[in-house]
Protein backbone atom coordinates (compact mmCIF):
# COMPACT_ATOMS: atom_id res chain seq x y z
CA UNK A 1 0.00 0.00 0.00
CA UNK A 2 0.95 3.81 -0.73
CA UNK A 3 0.29 6.92 0.38
CA UNK A 4 -1.19 9.36 -2.46
CA UNK A 5 -2.48 12.67 -2.10
CA UNK A 6 -5.53 14.15 -4.18
CA UNK A 7 -5.75 17.04 -5.72
CA UNK A 8 -9.01 18.66 -6.97
CA UNK A 9 -9.98 21.58 -9.51
CA UNK A 10 -13.10 23.13 -10.09
CA UNK A 11 -13.39 22.28 -13.55
CA UNK A 12 -10.99 19.78 -14.11
CA UNK A 13 -10.17 16.36 -13.31
CA UNK A 14 -8.75 14.84 -10.28
CA UNK A 15 -5.09 14.16 -10.15
CA UNK A 16 -3.55 11.84 -7.37
CA UNK A 17 -0.04 12.60 -6.50
CA UNK A 18 2.14 9.33 -4.30
CA UNK A 19 4.30 10.54 -1.47
CA UNK A 20 7.59 9.83 -1.91
CA UNK A 21 10.32 9.58 -4.40
CA UNK A 22 9.27 8.84 -8.38
CA UNK A 23 11.29 6.27 -9.65
CA UNK A 24 9.84 6.51 -13.02
CA UNK A 25 10.96 10.33 -13.02
CA UNK A 26 14.15 8.35 -12.65
CA UNK A 27 14.51 6.43 -15.53
CA UNK A 28 12.66 8.40 -17.70
CA UNK A 29 13.61 11.64 -17.35
CA UNK A 30 12.19 14.17 -20.22
CA UNK A 31 9.94 11.71 -21.23
CA UNK A 32 8.16 11.33 -17.29
CA UNK A 33 8.27 15.53 -17.62
CA UNK A 34 6.49 15.44 -20.92
CA UNK A 35 3.99 12.92 -20.06
CA UNK A 36 2.94 14.82 -16.58
CA UNK A 37 2.85 18.06 -18.44
CA UNK A 38 4.98 19.53 -16.20
CA UNK A 39 6.35 22.05 -17.94
CA UNK A 40 7.88 24.48 -15.81
CA UNK A 41 10.19 22.09 -14.24
CA UNK A 42 11.34 20.68 -18.14
CA UNK A 43 11.69 24.17 -19.02
CA UNK A 44 14.25 24.97 -16.03
CA UNK A 45 15.85 21.50 -16.62
CA UNK A 46 16.76 22.49 -20.04
CA UNK A 47 17.91 25.75 -19.02
CA UNK A 48 20.29 24.14 -16.63
CA UNK A 49 21.59 21.45 -18.94
CA UNK A 50 21.85 23.93 -21.82
CA UNK A 51 24.07 26.28 -19.37
CA UNK A 52 25.96 23.61 -17.75
CA UNK A 53 26.88 22.37 -21.76
CA UNK A 54 27.73 26.18 -22.62
CA UNK A 55 30.11 26.07 -19.16
CA UNK A 56 32.02 22.49 -20.15
CA UNK A 57 32.81 24.07 -23.17
CA UNK A 58 34.27 27.07 -22.04
CA UNK A 59 36.14 25.35 -19.54
CA UNK A 60 37.13 22.63 -21.72
CA UNK A 61 38.63 25.60 -24.36
CA UNK A 62 40.41 27.43 -21.43
CA UNK A 63 41.93 24.47 -19.94
CA UNK A 64 42.54 21.66 -22.75
CA UNK A 65 44.41 19.48 -20.37
CA UNK A 66 41.63 19.27 -17.63
CA UNK A 67 39.05 18.55 -20.67
CA UNK A 68 38.59 14.47 -19.88
CA UNK A 69 38.10 15.36 -16.09
CA UNK A 70 35.72 18.38 -16.74
CA UNK A 71 33.57 15.45 -18.57
CA UNK A 72 33.75 13.01 -15.84
CA UNK A 73 32.58 15.87 -13.36
CA UNK A 74 29.97 17.21 -15.30
CA UNK A 75 28.34 13.75 -15.93
CA UNK A 76 28.57 13.26 -12.15
CA UNK A 77 26.81 16.71 -11.11
CA UNK A 78 23.71 15.94 -13.76
CA UNK A 79 23.39 12.03 -12.67
CA UNK A 80 22.99 13.30 -8.59
CA UNK A 81 21.14 16.45 -10.30
CA UNK A 82 18.74 14.17 -11.84
CA UNK A 83 18.78 11.94 -8.54
CA UNK A 84 17.54 15.28 -6.59
CA UNK A 85 14.70 15.59 -8.82
CA UNK A 86 14.13 12.01 -9.34
CA UNK A 87 13.51 11.82 -5.18
CA UNK A 88 11.35 15.16 -5.31
CA UNK A 89 9.91 14.34 -8.69
CA UNK A 90 6.18 13.67 -7.09
CA UNK A 91 6.65 17.29 -5.14
CA UNK A 92 7.07 18.72 -8.00
CA UNK A 93 4.46 17.71 -9.71
CA UNK A 94 1.96 18.79 -6.57
CA UNK A 95 3.42 22.20 -7.00
CA UNK A 96 2.80 22.71 -10.84
CA UNK A 97 -0.87 21.49 -9.24
CA UNK A 98 -1.25 23.90 -6.92
CA UNK A 99 0.17 26.58 -9.45
CA UNK A 100 -2.83 25.65 -11.92
CA UNK A 101 -5.44 26.31 -9.20
CA UNK A 102 -5.70 22.46 -7.42
CA UNK A 103 -5.85 22.06 -4.05
CA UNK A 104 -5.48 18.94 -1.41
CA UNK A 105 -8.57 17.41 -0.99
CA UNK A 106 -7.96 14.42 0.47
CA UNK A 107 -4.69 11.77 1.54
CA UNK A 108 -5.16 7.92 1.16
CA UNK A 109 -3.46 5.02 1.33
CA UNK A 110 -4.27 2.48 -1.82
CA UNK A 111 -2.48 0.43 -4.42
CA UNK A 112 -2.34 2.82 -7.08
CA UNK A 113 -3.31 6.09 -8.29
CA UNK A 114 -6.29 4.74 -9.98
CA UNK A 115 -7.65 2.94 -7.13
CA UNK A 116 -6.60 6.10 -4.59
CA UNK A 117 -8.73 8.21 -7.39
CA UNK A 118 -11.30 5.84 -6.69
CA UNK A 119 -11.29 5.55 -3.00
CA UNK A 120 -11.32 9.34 -2.74
CA UNK A 121 -14.32 9.79 -5.26
CA UNK A 122 -15.98 7.09 -3.61
CA UNK A 123 -15.37 7.10 -0.06
CA UNK A 124 -14.94 2.92 -0.56
CA UNK A 125 -13.51 0.33 -3.51
CA UNK A 126 -15.87 -0.56 -6.06
CA UNK A 127 -16.18 -4.31 -7.41
CA UNK A 128 -16.18 -2.79 -11.39
CA UNK A 129 -13.44 -0.13 -10.73
CA UNK A 130 -10.15 -2.15 -12.52
CA UNK A 131 -7.02 -1.62 -11.27
CA UNK A 132 -4.70 0.61 -13.37
CA UNK A 133 -1.25 -2.02 -12.79
CA UNK A 134 0.32 -1.82 -16.48
CA UNK A 135 0.09 -4.82 -18.38
CA UNK A 136 3.44 -6.93 -18.70
CA UNK A 137 4.35 -5.41 -22.61
CA UNK A 138 3.58 -2.15 -21.41
CA UNK A 139 6.29 -2.26 -18.58
CA UNK A 140 8.34 -4.32 -21.19
CA UNK A 141 8.01 -1.44 -23.44
CA UNK A 142 8.78 1.11 -21.49
CA UNK A 143 11.48 -0.58 -19.93
CA UNK A 144 13.49 -1.10 -23.01
CA UNK A 145 12.90 2.27 -23.47
CA UNK A 146 14.61 3.26 -20.45
CA UNK A 147 17.52 0.97 -21.12
CA UNK A 148 17.81 2.59 -24.57
CA UNK A 149 18.06 5.77 -22.73
CA UNK A 150 21.14 4.69 -20.94
CA UNK A 151 23.18 3.57 -23.36
CA UNK A 152 22.27 5.89 -25.99
CA UNK A 153 23.15 8.61 -23.20
CA UNK A 154 26.47 5.83 -22.55
CA UNK A 155 27.60 6.53 -25.97
CA UNK A 156 27.07 10.30 -26.10
CA UNK A 157 29.44 10.36 -23.15
CA UNK A 158 32.10 8.59 -25.11
CA UNK A 159 31.01 11.05 -28.02
CA UNK A 160 30.40 8.18 -30.61
CA UNK A 161 27.18 10.56 -32.18
CA UNK A 162 25.85 7.86 -34.36
CA UNK A 163 25.09 4.66 -31.89
CA UNK A 164 23.91 7.38 -29.20
CA UNK A 165 21.61 9.10 -31.64
CA UNK A 166 20.65 4.81 -32.98
CA UNK A 167 19.59 4.37 -29.32
CA UNK A 168 17.92 7.30 -28.50
CA UNK A 169 15.84 7.08 -31.70
CA UNK A 170 14.99 3.56 -30.53
CA UNK A 171 14.49 4.36 -26.52
CA UNK A 172 11.48 7.49 -28.50
CA UNK A 173 9.83 4.42 -30.45
CA UNK A 174 9.57 2.02 -27.39
CA UNK A 175 8.36 5.10 -24.97
CA UNK A 176 6.09 6.11 -27.47
CA UNK A 177 4.91 2.58 -28.38
CA UNK A 178 4.50 1.74 -24.81
CA UNK A 179 2.07 5.04 -24.33
CA UNK A 180 -0.01 3.96 -26.92
CA UNK A 181 -0.08 0.49 -25.52
CA UNK A 182 -1.15 1.99 -22.45
CA UNK A 183 -3.76 4.22 -23.98
CA UNK A 184 -5.43 1.36 -25.57
CA UNK A 185 -5.49 -0.68 -22.41
CA UNK A 186 -7.05 2.33 -20.29
CA UNK A 187 -9.66 3.17 -23.06
CA UNK A 188 -10.43 -0.33 -23.84
CA UNK A 189 -9.24 -3.11 -21.60
CA UNK A 190 -9.02 -4.62 -18.46
CA UNK A 191 -6.59 -5.18 -15.91
CA UNK A 192 -6.20 -8.85 -14.24
CA UNK A 193 -8.29 -8.21 -10.96
CA UNK A 194 -10.42 -5.71 -9.54
CA UNK A 195 -10.91 -4.32 -6.14
CA UNK A 196 -13.68 -6.09 -3.87
CA UNK A 197 -16.23 -4.03 -1.90
CA UNK A 198 -14.28 -5.79 0.94
CA UNK A 199 -10.67 -4.49 0.43
CA UNK A 200 -9.45 -3.57 3.33
CA UNK A 201 -6.52 -1.66 4.15
CA UNK A 202 -6.59 1.60 2.99
CA UNK A 203 -6.92 5.05 5.05
CA UNK A 204 -8.64 8.14 4.07
CA UNK A 205 -8.52 11.59 5.43
CA UNK A 206 -10.31 14.01 3.81
CA UNK A 207 -9.94 18.11 3.38
CA UNK A 208 -11.51 20.92 3.40
CA UNK A 209 -11.39 23.24 0.81
CA UNK A 210 -9.38 26.42 1.15
CA UNK A 211 -11.11 29.81 0.94
CA UNK A 212 -8.97 30.93 -1.97
CA UNK A 213 -6.22 29.13 -4.63
CA UNK A 214 -2.61 29.37 -3.64
CA UNK A 215 -1.21 32.56 -5.68
CA UNK A 216 1.86 31.75 -4.19
CA UNK A 217 2.08 28.75 -5.86
CA UNK A 218 0.99 30.71 -8.86
CA UNK A 219 3.41 33.59 -8.85
CA UNK A 220 6.21 31.21 -7.73
CA UNK A 221 5.71 28.94 -11.06
CA UNK A 222 5.82 32.28 -13.10
CA UNK A 223 8.56 33.50 -12.15
CA UNK A 224 10.97 30.28 -12.69
CA UNK A 225 9.03 29.81 -16.18
CA UNK A 226 10.34 33.10 -17.07
CA UNK A 227 13.39 32.60 -15.24
CA UNK A 228 13.91 29.32 -17.26
CA UNK A 229 12.46 31.01 -20.73
CA UNK A 230 15.26 34.09 -19.86
CA UNK A 231 18.19 31.89 -19.32
CA UNK A 232 17.33 29.65 -22.18
CA UNK A 233 17.17 32.68 -24.58
CA UNK A 234 20.99 34.06 -22.77
CA UNK A 235 22.37 30.25 -23.19
CA UNK A 236 21.05 29.90 -26.64
CA UNK A 237 21.79 33.03 -27.56
CA UNK A 238 25.49 32.77 -26.62
CA UNK A 239 25.94 29.48 -28.54
CA UNK A 240 24.81 30.63 -31.44
CA UNK A 241 27.23 33.60 -31.64
CA UNK A 242 30.12 31.20 -30.79
CA UNK A 243 30.81 29.48 -34.50
CA UNK A 244 30.26 33.32 -35.49
CA UNK A 245 33.25 34.40 -33.36
CA UNK A 246 31.99 35.76 -30.17
CA UNK A 247 34.32 33.11 -28.31
CA UNK A 248 37.57 33.73 -30.79
CA UNK A 249 41.46 32.61 -30.36
CA UNK A 250 41.74 35.30 -27.84
CA UNK A 251 39.44 34.73 -24.97
CA UNK A 252 40.59 30.89 -25.43
CA UNK A 253 44.16 28.69 -24.78
CA UNK A 254 47.04 29.87 -27.13
CA UNK A 255 47.65 27.55 -29.74
CA UNK A 256 51.48 26.70 -30.08
CA UNK A 257 53.21 28.60 -32.68
CA UNK A 258 54.56 25.28 -34.46
CA UNK A 259 50.60 23.98 -35.11
CA UNK A 260 49.71 24.99 -38.94
CA UNK A 261 48.15 23.55 -41.96
CA UNK A 262 50.69 23.68 -44.94
CA UNK A 263 50.01 22.45 -48.72
CA UNK A 264 52.71 19.70 -49.95
CA UNK A 265 55.39 20.82 -52.56
CA UNK A 266 57.72 18.60 -54.84
CA UNK A 267 61.03 18.20 -52.99
CA UNK A 268 62.16 20.20 -55.91
CA UNK A 269 60.98 23.75 -54.97
CA UNK A 270 63.59 26.28 -54.11
CA UNK A 271 61.56 27.47 -50.82
CA UNK A 272 60.44 23.71 -49.90
CA UNK A 273 60.20 23.15 -46.34
CA UNK A 274 61.34 19.73 -45.38
CA UNK A 275 59.67 17.99 -42.11
CA UNK A 276 60.07 14.88 -40.94
CA UNK A 277 56.98 12.47 -40.65
CA UNK A 278 55.86 11.50 -37.07
CA UNK A 279 53.99 8.30 -38.72
CA UNK A 280 54.63 6.25 -41.66
CA UNK A 281 51.80 7.35 -44.44
CA UNK A 282 50.79 4.74 -47.58
CA UNK A 283 49.35 7.06 -49.41
CA UNK A 284 52.23 9.78 -50.27
CA UNK A 285 52.48 11.99 -53.40
CA UNK A 286 53.92 10.42 -56.47
CA UNK A 287 56.97 12.62 -56.07
CA UNK A 288 58.17 10.84 -52.70
CA UNK A 289 60.11 7.39 -52.75
CA UNK A 290 59.20 4.25 -51.24
CA UNK A 291 60.29 4.49 -47.47
CA UNK A 292 60.76 8.15 -47.16
CA UNK A 293 60.86 9.39 -43.91
CA UNK A 294 60.61 13.74 -44.91
CA UNK A 295 57.91 15.48 -46.81
CA UNK A 296 58.41 18.59 -48.75
CA UNK A 297 55.40 21.11 -47.52
CA UNK A 298 54.82 24.80 -49.10
CA UNK A 299 56.90 27.61 -46.83
CA UNK A 300 53.61 29.98 -46.68
CA UNK A 301 50.85 27.86 -44.05
CA UNK A 302 46.89 27.61 -45.17
CA UNK A 303 46.24 28.21 -41.73
CA UNK A 304 48.46 29.03 -38.41
CA UNK A 305 48.45 29.21 -34.90
CA UNK A 306 46.67 32.25 -34.84
CA UNK A 307 43.96 30.84 -36.95
CA UNK A 308 42.77 28.02 -34.92
CA UNK A 309 40.45 28.76 -31.96
CA UNK A 310 40.41 24.74 -30.28
CA UNK A 311 41.73 21.38 -30.42
CA UNK A 312 40.32 18.69 -28.75
CA UNK A 313 40.04 15.13 -28.78
CA UNK A 314 37.06 13.27 -29.55
CA UNK A 315 35.39 9.66 -31.29
CA UNK A 316 34.26 8.97 -34.63
CA UNK A 317 33.65 5.72 -36.15
CA UNK A 318 37.38 4.60 -37.02
CA UNK A 319 38.76 5.47 -33.40
CA UNK A 320 40.47 8.49 -31.72
CA UNK A 321 39.91 11.65 -34.09
CA UNK A 322 41.37 15.15 -33.62
CA UNK A 323 39.12 17.88 -34.05
CA UNK A 324 40.39 21.56 -34.84
CA UNK A 325 37.68 24.43 -34.91
CA UNK A 326 39.21 27.47 -36.49
CA UNK A 327 38.08 31.66 -36.65
CA UNK A 328 35.97 32.70 -39.07
CA UNK A 329 39.24 34.16 -41.19
CA UNK A 330 41.04 30.31 -40.44
CA UNK A 331 37.93 28.90 -42.35
CA UNK A 332 37.35 30.77 -45.02
CA UNK A 333 41.51 30.33 -45.65
CA UNK A 334 40.80 26.40 -45.68
CA UNK A 335 37.92 26.33 -47.76
CA UNK A 336 39.74 28.66 -50.75
CA UNK A 337 43.07 26.04 -50.49
CA UNK A 338 41.19 23.41 -50.60
CA UNK A 339 39.22 24.06 -53.39
CA UNK A 340 41.74 25.78 -55.35
CA UNK A 341 44.15 22.39 -54.41
CA UNK A 342 41.67 19.27 -55.65
CA UNK A 343 43.68 16.09 -55.20
CA UNK A 344 46.84 17.88 -53.65
CA UNK A 345 47.80 17.06 -50.30
CA UNK A 346 47.84 18.54 -47.45
CA UNK A 347 49.79 18.50 -43.89
CA UNK A 348 48.90 18.75 -40.37
CA UNK A 349 52.48 20.32 -38.90
CA UNK A 350 52.79 20.59 -34.95
CA UNK A 351 56.47 20.33 -33.21
CA UNK A 352 58.63 20.81 -35.82
CA UNK A 353 57.29 17.57 -37.34
CA UNK A 354 54.42 16.39 -39.89
CA UNK A 355 51.42 15.15 -37.56
CA UNK A 356 49.01 14.08 -40.70
CA UNK A 357 49.33 13.72 -44.58
CA UNK A 358 46.21 13.55 -46.36
CA UNK A 359 44.79 14.18 -50.00
CA UNK A 360 42.16 17.07 -50.63
CA UNK A 361 39.33 15.46 -51.92
CA UNK A 362 36.73 18.07 -51.77
CA UNK A 363 36.36 21.48 -50.40
CA UNK A 364 36.49 21.61 -46.20
CA UNK A 365 34.12 24.43 -45.27
CA UNK A 366 32.35 24.90 -41.90
CA UNK A 367 35.41 25.82 -40.06
CA UNK A 368 35.75 22.40 -38.95
CA UNK A 369 39.01 20.00 -39.82
CA UNK A 370 38.75 15.90 -38.07
CA UNK A 371 41.88 14.16 -38.77
CA UNK A 372 41.91 10.55 -38.07
CA UNK A 373 44.30 7.89 -38.16
CA UNK A 374 46.73 9.44 -35.78
CA UNK A 375 47.59 7.16 -32.92
CA UNK A 376 45.54 5.82 -30.00
CA UNK A 377 43.01 7.83 -27.97
CA UNK A 378 46.09 8.33 -25.42
CA UNK A 379 48.40 9.44 -28.12
CA UNK A 380 45.71 11.88 -29.13
CA UNK A 381 45.36 13.35 -26.30
CA UNK A 382 48.94 13.73 -25.56
CA UNK A 383 49.15 15.50 -28.71
CA UNK A 384 46.28 17.78 -28.43
CA UNK A 385 48.42 19.19 -25.05
CA UNK A 386 51.50 19.51 -26.57
CA UNK A 387 49.76 21.48 -29.50
CA UNK A 388 48.77 24.16 -26.91
CA UNK A 389 51.14 26.38 -25.48
Known amino acids: ?221 RRWRYGALGVLAVTLGLMLFAPLGLFDADSGPRIHPSVALHLAAPPAGPDALVLPLRTSHADMPSWHSPGETTVSLRPEPVVSADHIRQVRATYGEGGPVLVMTLSRDGAQRLADATAANLGGEMALVANGEVISLATIQSEIAGGELMVAGIGTAGEVQALVVSMHE
Open 1 to 221: MQTFRIYRHDTRPDEAVKVGPSWPAFFFGFFWLLFKRLWTPLLVVLAVVVTVSLLEWLLATAFPRAESTLTYVVTALCLVGWMVVAMRGNRLRAWVLRSKGYWQAAEVTAMDAQHALALATEGAPAATVAAGRLPLVVAALMGGGGLCAFVAAFFAFRQNGQAGLVFAVFAGVLMVAGAVVQAIVMRHGKAPRAWQAGDAGHRLDRFERPASPDDGARREA
